[in-house]
Structures are given as C-alpha cells and as structure tokens.
C-alpha cells in the first residue's frame, strides 16, 4: 500500500454499530463490564481507548511499525523512552537538539543519574570515543532543531548495536512521509505529533513507533502507569490531520525549496540551513534516507546583528512570530530566545545556535505571496 493510501485508510475502519466512516470520538471515562474478569479490551480509558487506538495504528502503518503509542506530547513520548533506563546508565545524543530534550536530559533525568554526553554525531564515528559498558540508548534527532543536520541513522545503528544500546530517533522533522527510522535499524520513532502528523497547529501529542513486541509492552507499561495519555477528541482531529499528510508534506518540500533557494541568494542574507543544498553537510546522507527535504530551515544575515534578525521577525506579515512548526501556516522563530531558550548561552554559541540565528517553518501557502513577505521584511532588516 502506497503511503496516501495508508495515510487515508490506515488504521481506520468503519464504526460497527453505525458505520460511521470516520472513528467516533468515545468520549468516555470507563467502560461497563459483562463481569468482573469480562470486557471487551477496554476497561478504563487511561489504558485504551477505541479512538486512541485508530490513531495509534495509523501511525504505526505510516512508520511500518508493528505496534504505536500516543502520548499527551512530544515531551510525554520522550519521557517514556529515557523511562525505559535506569540509575548508572548513559545516553549518546547530539549536541544539536530541541531545547525542550535538552531541558528534560539535563534537569530532570541528570537528577537521576542517567549520563547524557552531547556530541557532534554528524561524523557517527564520533560515538565510538563516548560508548562505554554502561551505554544503553543512542538519541538521534535528523535532521536536527535547528540547525537542520543531518545524522547517518544506520551508520549509528550499525555502533549501537555492537555494543548492545538501542536507538530512538525523533523524526518530527521529517515526518514518516520524508525518513523511516526503523526500515534503517532503529529500535524507537518519536515524533512530536503536535507537529506535520496533526499539521493544523491544533493539537499537543507525541507518539512513539517500534517492531519489538516486548519493547512495546514496556513502553505500554509505562504509559499506563504514569499515565501521559491523549484524550479522544485530539486523537480524532489527528486521525484527520494525517489523511491529508501526504499532500501537506509535497506543498511544504515545494515551497521549502522555493524560499531556501531565495534566501541562499539574497544579499542580505548570510548562511542558509537547509539539507537539500548539495553543500549542506551531509546532504547525500540526506538524499539516501529521506524522500525529500521538508520545509523547515534556518537562516542568519550576513550583519549577524541580534537587532536585524528581531527587525525582520516584527516585520513579517504572513509568517507569525511564534513557537511549534509543522501547521499549514508559515512561522518564523528565534531559537535563542524560544525554543531552544533552555540551552546555555555558551553551549549554543559553542554548537553553531547563535543569537541571530532564524528559523522558518514553511508552510502551505503560495510561495509567492511567502517570498512578498521575506522580501519585504528584509527589506527593514
């Protein structure tokens, strides 16, 4: 089955007591029992629930993944996973990731004793110097917020597995249209659904992907037990979200495109990060294990002044000033001061992440009304 076939039918069958095309949204609670040792898989709502479970499937078709699991956000789906670690154990990840990752490795889960050692993983050799006897887990995020690098997925498998860790990518970048993680070795794929998966910058949720059926059972575990679940109305309007994914992610890589290549040539303008430029890092890691490009991107002027860079984000009109990516509507985002806020200065400064640095998500408007606006707006700059 081609991806927009999957991406429509996926997952979802008609209702049995109506035939409802669309999954009803069971807005319930509890579920009544025929006995107390009798139900029907559902017994309370935290631990299944039929909308949820729609969804649940439906990503997991679209990543070929076995089994899926919906959490009540990008960070919910991401605790689960450091969850499956204990005290002693340590973490291989990028020194390039969401704020938000970075916040939770370093504040809550430091805490704990699990090591996290944030490296250059562009070379995925660079790995070999940090895996240790207590390794346990690779955290890969390509291409990466924000400054769109790109990870060789099955380079790092290939060292992980040598030494017994698993791997979890954070694929919300790429959608499960652009990059499947597991058909390159990963054990774990998290998107922040909030992202391209809802697409209409309307709901928050995470979800995870993953073959293993005991990693699976843990992961469930973990889920029901703390309990970071989404409701059913939200799952509905994901399931709804994702049967025009395929046609959202064409217009976003078409219009991504259109705008990096503007912006690369413009005279104002200085470095432009995005992984379809043959120059980009990378970038025939990239063109193996993604479909396309995406539309995302970050760009600095060529002045690299902090001031400029605000001109031009209070100038925009079409793009909004705002935090998130992935909906139909174009943004514009300054990391240092947003998303990536929670990141040291100098740990920024030291990664690339600097304070002029810009970052677009493109979304599905037409390109030219989009180029109007930048030009415009840089034209203050």
Known sequence: MQFGTKAIHAGVEPDPSTGAIMTPIFQTSTYVQESPAKHKGYAYARGANPTRNSLQKSIAALENGKFGLCFSSGMGATDAVIKLLSPGDEVITSNDLYGGSYRMFTKVYERFGIKFHFIDLTDAKNAETYVNSKTKMFWLETPSNPLMRIIDIEACV???????????????????????????????????????????????????????????????????????????????????????????????????????????????????????????????????????????????????????????????????????LGGVESLINHPASMTHASIPRDERMKNGLTDSLIRLSVGVEDAEDLLADLEQALSKA
């Open 158 to 324: 290939k060292i992980a597995k040598k030494n017994n860790c698993l791997v979890a990518v954070d694929n919300t970048f790429a959608s499960p249209y652009l990059q499947n993680p597991l058909a390159l070795g990963a054990d774990i794929v998290m998107h922040s659904v909030t992202k391209y998966l809802g697409g209409h910058s309307d709901v928050i949720m995470g979800a995870l992907v993953v073959n293993d059926d005991k990693l699976y059972q843990d992961l469930a575990f973990i889920a029901n037990s703390c309990g970071a679940v989404p409701g059913p109305q939200d799952s509905f309007l994901v399931l709804r979200g994702i049967k025009t994914l395929h046609l959202r992610m064409e217009r976003h890589c078409q219009n991504g495109k259109k705008i990096a290549e503007y912006l690369k040539n413009h005279p104002k303008v200085g470095k432009v990060y995005w992984p379809g430029f043959t120059d980009h890092a990378n970038h025939a890691i990239a063109k193996k294990q993604m479909r396309d490009f995406g539309g995302m991107l970050s760009f600095t002027l060529k002045s690299d002044s902090v001031e400029a860079a605000t001109k031009l984000m209070e100038s925009v009109e079409l793009f909004s000033l705002a935090e998130s």
